[in-house]
């Protein structure tokens, strides 16, 4: 076939996918180590690691064996690692008081953490009182069951300065509470801690995929927590959330889940000139891991092509339960 223009087609896009060289060197977006952060679970009171039945090849981790992942991670390029503590039942309360014991199980963690990696890691903590509450809610509660704002902002700010005290880079407040980005900066610098740095989850929206996590975390939650995190139906709320956590003082800014929600990825990382992060969540994880399973899916290629996916929408840095894996590969 030819034209008056010569032979068509004259455009052959084609020549730039010929050898995995060719496509390698003309890649718009590469997966770095450096772009991952390992979430991990320590867990109190046990002896050898606990496996995650939800989540093939996730633990929740003996104090020992979380040393020994954030050194794997440090090996692995990996840049960060985000804790979480899972209490004994019997220490759970309504105020989430473990949360905030110097020896809890997270400050006991993240003293662990400091001391076998110091700063060659960026050691970060979730700050909120779901694990730690025998209501499961990120807050504390009125008398009619609802949380409580304000009232969890204060437990949010002793949360901050334990935390920071024990040795946490970066906290991550998550409950999606009013001001929390405002208290937890105050309460820091209150006490001589302005270099430890805020990762805001500043659109969390209620997902079906957090599933999983809640066995991770030993959950207690009864109900739903809609009243708080973000309405799947809106996009434009997260921007208003975007701009308040920025005024607030918010270092880093985070999309969680991320696959669900990969344009309001988009939205924010057009927004904003702080780095990015989106969280590759426990049901993102499950799914692929389940499906692989049962031999219906490449396991490593999904994988590589989730993760670059959630680049492509803007994530500088993303939240994966298979950071180390993956950052031994690239």
């Known amino acids: 076939m030819s034209s008056t223009y010569g032979r068509f087609p004259g455009a052959r896009p084609r020549r730039l996918r010929t050898t995995p060289a060719m496509r390698r060197m003309v890649a718009e977006h590469r997966l770095h180590p450096a772009d991952l952060i390992l ?63 110097p020896d809890g199980i997270l400050q006991v963690a993240l003293r662990d953490v400091r001391e076998e990696v110091g700063d060659d890691l960026v050691i970060m903590s979730d700050l909120c009182l779901d694990e730690f509450t025998d209501h499961g809610h990120c807050g504390v509660l009125t008398p009619d069951g609802r949380v409580d704002n304000d009232a969890t902002l204060e437990r949010y700010a002793e949360m901050a300065r334990v935390q920071a005290e024990a040795g946490a880079h970066t906290v991550a407040p998550s409950g999606m509470m009013d001001g929390q980005v405002r208290v937890i900066r105050e309460a820091l610098d209150g006490i001589g801690h302005q270099d430890v740095s805020i990762l805001a989850y500043t659109a969390k929206y209620a997902s079906a995929f957090y599933g999983p996590f809640r066995e991770a975390v030993g959950s207690s939650l009864k109900g739903d927590r809609k009243t708080y995190q973000q309405d799947g139906a809106n996009a434009r709320e997260a921007l208003r959330e975007l701009a308040l956590d920025l005024e607030e003082g918010a270092d880093m800014v985070m999309v969680k889940p991320a696959m669900p929600y990969l344009d309001i990825l988009r939205d924010v990382a057009e927004s904003v000139d702080v780095p990015v992060a989106a969280y590759q969540i426990s049901g993102e994880y499950a799914m692929i891991e389940a499906a692989a399973e049962k031999g219906w899916i490449d396991r490593d290629a999904a994988i590589l092509e989730a993760l670059t996916g959630i680049k492509r929408a803007g994530a500088q840095n993303i939240l994966t339960y298979w950071a180390t894996e993956v950052a031994r590969r690239l």
Do not use: C, Y
């Open 39 to 101: 979430p991990a679970f320590v867990r109190e009171g046990i002896s050898e690691p606990v496996p995650i039945g939800s989540m093939p090849g996730v633990v929740q981790h003996t104090r020992d064996t979380l040393r020994k992942a954030a050194v794997e991670a440090v090996e692995a390029g990996v840049s960060g690692i985000m804790l979480f503590g899972v209490p004994e039942e019997s220490k759970k309360d309504a105020n989430g008081t473990a949360g905030t014991d």
